[in-house]
């Protein structure tokens, strides 16, 4: 049996990109309901899965991450709908370099909202505990010169993950934590960069680009349906080449 049969899970920024590959594995692992997050419309995309996935419940929720007043209607609106709440992909993300502000509410204080809502409602005390998967980078393993708020956010997210994802946590909270950080992947993030990357970094950026290897989103999306099935509390993997590596991080001691 799937560890996600007839479970429900919640997926934000899940209209293209990881997010619609993951909500798209999700439901071929045989999920009973999933609730895609998005500022996007989503209407053609949600009935697209229904026509596909015919038995299972896929519902669209228009939701800013940034405004935590949001994310909590979200959920409660999941909640009412399926009574729990039991996998949350916090993925919605942006690069925006020159938008610093909006770069560091979506990525950081958005994957905040979205992960202190999960937790009120996932809980063992009100739910029956789950997983939470935030989507990082590698660039939040490594610092990218075109990309300095962008790095700085996803290196955040890891921390935070880090933090959550300790024994401590668990016994508390029942919650899993685990964090993802794909390589270059072909989504739409990294088109148009001009607009999205720091000022006279384009050339290099390119240059570079052009010599790497792109994963596709669906080889990610796959990959982290494998990792909640195989990953332990706290753990950070990175998925490149549409394969997963989970990797040691060193820790500071006295």
Not at 107 to 126: E, Q, R, W
Not at 184 to 193: E, G, M, N, V, W
Not at 205 to 212: E, F, G, I, Y
Not at 232 to 248: F, L, M, Y
Request: aromatic share 10%; glycine share 10%; with cysteine.
């Amino acid at each position: 049996m799937s560890i996600f049969e007839g479970k429900t899970a919640i997926v934000t920024g899940g209209v293209s990109g990881i997010g619609y590959a993951t909500v798209k594995h999700f439901l071929k692992q045989n999920i009973q309901n999933v609730a895609i997050l998005d500022l996007d419309d989503a209407k053609n995309v949600t009935q697209g899965l229904r026509n596909t996935f015919t038995k299972q419940n896929i519902v669209f929720i228009k939701a800013d991450v940034t405004k935590k007043e949001q994310v909590k209607s979200a959920f409660d609106e999941v909640i009412s709908k399926f009574n729990f709440v039991d996998f949350v992909v916090a993925n919605a993300g942006v690069l925006r370099e020159k938008d610093y502000e909006l770069t560091i509410n979506v990525n950081l204080l958005g994957l905040s909202h979205t992960i202190y809502t999960a937790i009120d409602v996932m809980n063992k005390d009100k739910g029956r505990g789950g997983i939470i998967v935030s989507i990082a980078s590698v660039a939040g393993l490594n610092g990218f010169y075109g990309m300095p708020v962008y790095s700085a956010t996803k290196h955040g997210v890891i921390g935070l993950n880090r933090c959550f994802g300790t024994d401590y946590f668990f016994n508390k909270y029942g919650i899993k934590f685990l964090t993802v950080c794909p390589g270059f992947t072909d989504t739409a993030i990294l088109d148009d960069l001009e607009n999205r990357l720091s000022d006279g970094t384009l050339d290099a950026t390119l240059q570079a680009r052009s010599v790497m290897a792109f994963q596709t989103a669906d080889s990610v999306g796959l990959c982290i349906t494998e990792i909640i099935n195989s990953g332990k509390n706290g753990s950070v993997w990175i998925v490149d080449d549409g394969k997963t590596r989970e990797i040691t991080l060193q820790k500071y001691s006295l």
